[in-house]
């Protein structure tokens, strides 16, 4: 994360004040607007009743974690525009492509979570076999939220990680657990205004500095002086080309399964707006991901090939053009950033617990879209999740770093074993669609996978296709053998 060794003892003063009023003014705005949450349709998808311009902005908190600003201004330093294909192209085209393929698909099932339509398409073992794989992803997602913002913490304010790490999860926990989807929402969408602004001064102090005073003119220096083989993709072999597609894929159809988007979706207004939240939030996404590949760039004009592996460019890039308060409003928002992402995974998480493992395990009716209020009993079990999401994600944090290692490998699993039995539960007739072809997808995928990964070396094909493959061919059979009974 972003180091401010720079701070001064005033500054770091002033900074832990502006997190403790920041933190304290979402938790009371979303115990404001959550106010008379009472079914577990209200409280995981917001009854159904977002607007477009909150569900758009909310997308954006939900998607643009501080990875896609530190870790993409980096890739772009050090390798240039072959770096950066995952994210944030392969991620921001991944919501058009929902957008214009499963947004209203989804939305039209009345589903609360990908689990919800894989048991109404493939019945319920095909609902525990999502739920096996996406849990363990979304624990190690929240995890390296929580260790992010501790060790911004930590590096911030000087306080020992462990503590840091604490406070960011129980930051989380009073978003979350109060209200819901609407608390989640309407922070989020304050969360991503405050990081836009932040990441909008740091793009214009660093474009005046570079331009000597005309922000015109150093952005054109920054992009005049960049290394031609920036801006060109290797694929000069065939494997190459593989692999330039294996990451593709991962970004645009390996997001398409994730309960985070799809519960974006299931909480919007309308179908329409379910649509046009993607597309929008897409391009959206796009545009403001070209701002720290800018930085990225800016930093090699500014330092040339001196910034170490260890030194972060956007860290470099703010000491050098940001003045102390500028400072405090980049690190509060990209503090923002990682809790945006760990409020709203932690949100989805809890929906899969409590709807699609909890439930089952209590012998509890549900129907599709969530809305049993159970005497309350909804709420309080979605509530009771949110705690046993946050505990579990805090065990990730504390394991250390090696394990965020696996983080990568667990969205590829969404990929390989999810996608293709989500979109034929989406665009397959229900008397083609049985159990079989669900869990036939999910099993071969995985099985695949498994062995592509372990003998990538031998084969020379990324095991991401192999999965990905085997899940189609699986499906495929499946159907056929369920057209000829």
């Not at 938790?27 to 009743?49: I, K, N």
């Not at 009716?365 to 994600?393: F, N, P, Q, T, Y």
């Not at 099985?447 to 189609?472: C, D, K, M, Q, T």
């Not at 699986?474 to 000829?484: D, F, G, Y």
Request: glycine share 10%.
């Amino acid at each position: 994360m972003i180091e401010v060794n720079e701070l001064s003892l005033l500054g770091k003063i002033a900074l832990g004040g502006a997190l403790f009023l920041f933190v304290g003014g979402l938790a009371l705005v979303g115990r404001f607007v959550s106010r008379g949450v009472e079914t577990e349709a209200e409280y995981l998808v917001a009854d159904r009743q977002v607007p477009l311009w909150l569900s758009i902005l909310a997308l954006l908190a939900t998607w643009f974690g501080s990875s896609s600003v530190i870790e993409s201004s980096s890739k772009m330093y050090r390798g240039g525009i072959g770096e950066v294909l995952l994210d944030p192209i392969a991620c921001g085209a991944t919501l058009i492509f929902t957008g214009c393929f499963f947004a209203e698909r989804f939305w039209k099932t009345q589903a609360a979570t990908v689990a919800d339509l894989f048991r109404q398409q493939f019945g319920p073992t095909a609902e525990r076999l999502s739920c096996a794989i996406q849990v363990p992803s979304f624990f190690l997602w929240i995890g390296a939220q929580f260790l992010a913002m501790g060790q911004l913490i930590e590096s911030a304010l000087g306080l020992p990680l462990g503590m840091s790490i604490l406070l960011s999860a129980a930051v989380a926990w009073a978003i979350v657990v109060g209200g819901g989807m609407w608390a989640v929402t309407w922070a989020n969408s304050i969360m991503i205004l405050v990081s836009l602004l932040s990441m909008l001064v740091l793009f214009g102090a660093t474009a005046h500095g570079i331009g000597e005073g005309d922000a015109v003119a150093g952005w054109s220096r920054v992009i005049d002086a960049a290394p031609k083989d920036h801006f060109r993709i290797d694929a000069a072999s065939f494997e190459k080309c593989l692999a330039i597609l294996s990451v593709l894929l991962i970004g645009l159809l390996g997001n398409v399964p994730g309960q985070d988007l799809q519960q974006r979706v299931a909480s919007a207004k309308s179908a329409a707006t379910a649509r046009w939240m993607c597309v929008v939030g897409g391009v959206l996404y796009l545009l403001i991901g070209l701002i720290p590949l800018y930085l990225g760039l800016a930093a090699r004009w500014t330092f040339g090939d001196g910034l170490s592996e260890s030194q972060l460019p956007l860290n470099a890039i703010a000491a050098r053009y940001l003045s102390e308060p500028f400072q405090i409003l980049l690190i509060v928002g990209m503090f923002s950033l990682c809790l945006a992402v760990a409020a709203s995974a932690t949100l989805s998480q809890a929906s899969i617990v409590s709807r699609n493992v909890i439930k089952p395990l209590r012998g509890l009716v549900r129907d599709s879209s969530g809305s049993e209020s159970l005497g309350g009993a909804g709420v309080w079990g979605a509530r009771a999740s949110v705690g046993l999401v946050i505990a579990g994600s805090l065990a990730v944090a504390f394991s250390g770093e090696s394990i965020m290692g696996l983080l990568e490998l667990s969205l590829v699993l969404v990929l390989v074993s999810l996608f293709v039995p989500m979109a034929i539960a989406l665009y397959v007739p229900s008397k083609q669609a049985c159990s079989g072809v669900g869990n036939s997808a999910m099993i071969a995928g995985f099985v695949a996978w498994l062995v592509g990964f372990l003998f990538e070396s031998r084969i020379g094909i990324p095991a991401s296709l192999i999965g990905l493959s085997a899940s189609a061919i699986a499906a495929w059979l499946a159907m056929r053998s369920a057209l000829t009974r």
